[in-house]
């Protein structure tokens, strides 16, 4: 069993910038954040696999960096030039087996943490 804690979420102001940190009680091959909007599904924003190789959803790309530490099993969101379309719930995930793609599905994510609020206001 692995257990994630997000720490980093709150309110900023359109343009702004957050830093989410995942840390992991145990390792996993891949790790990611997905963020949930109030009456929309989750979708998958970022994943790292343990070789640093990622994947992000274009709505974030050259705004949203993911990174980890594998010594600390933490994994790392930056989040840039902040929008309001990026309020959401934010969710840590691990998960995947060695050597795997870390494709941005739920699916192959064992373990998530409780979730950080992101708000941005314009």
């Known amino acids: 069993q692995v257990q994630l804690v997000e720490s980093g979420g709150g309110s900023v102001q359109a343009g702004g910038s957050l830093r989410l940190s995942c840390a992991a009680s145990?390792?996993?091959?891949?790790m990611g954040w997905f963020r949930q909007a109030p009456g929309k599904g989750r979708e998958g924003i970022a994943t790292i696999s343990r070789d640093g190789i990622t994947s992000y959803l274009d709505s974030v790309k050259g705004r949203f960096t993911i990174s980890r530490d594998n010594a600390k099993n933490t994994a790392y969101l930056q989040m840039d030039n902040l929008k309001p379309e990026d309020t959401a719930m934010y969710y840590c995930?691990?998960?995947?087996?060695?050597?795997?793609?870390?494709?941005?599905?739920?699916?192959?994510?064992?373990?998530w943490g409780q979730g950080t609020q992101v708000t941005v206001s314009s």
């Open positions: 995930a691990a998960g995947g087996a060695v050597q795997q793609t870390c494709v941005r599905v739920a699916v192959i994510f064992d373990y």
């Open positions: 145990g390792y996993k091959y891949c």
